[in-house]
């Protein structure tokens, strides 16, 4: 039942973070430093965000969250 409200409660958090998190990555800083890029720019190449990564990662831990929960329930029936 935990593994249940664990994994409903990563992906509203990975959903949330979707939603809320800003959409569109930054194109200046570090990684647009001339000397240490091998690229050329290209401004329609987009990478994604701390906050897309983090809300992915809850969402694929909710992911697993569930089948092991889901696991758990087919094996506690043939048992």
């Given amino acids: 039942m935990i593994t249940a409200v664990l994994a409903g409660l990563l992906l509203v958090a990975g959903v949330v973070t ?32 701390t906050a897309q990564i983090l809300g992915w990662t809850f969402i694929a831990c909710a992911a697993c969250a569930t089948a092991f929960w889901a696991g758990l329930a087919v094996a506690r029936r043939r048992s």
């Fill in 18 to 49: 979707l939603i809320v998190g800003p959409s569109a990555a930054s194109s200046f800083g570090w990684f647009a430093y001339a000397p240490l890029s091998d690229e050329v720019f290209a401004p329609g190449m987009h990478f994604l965000t």
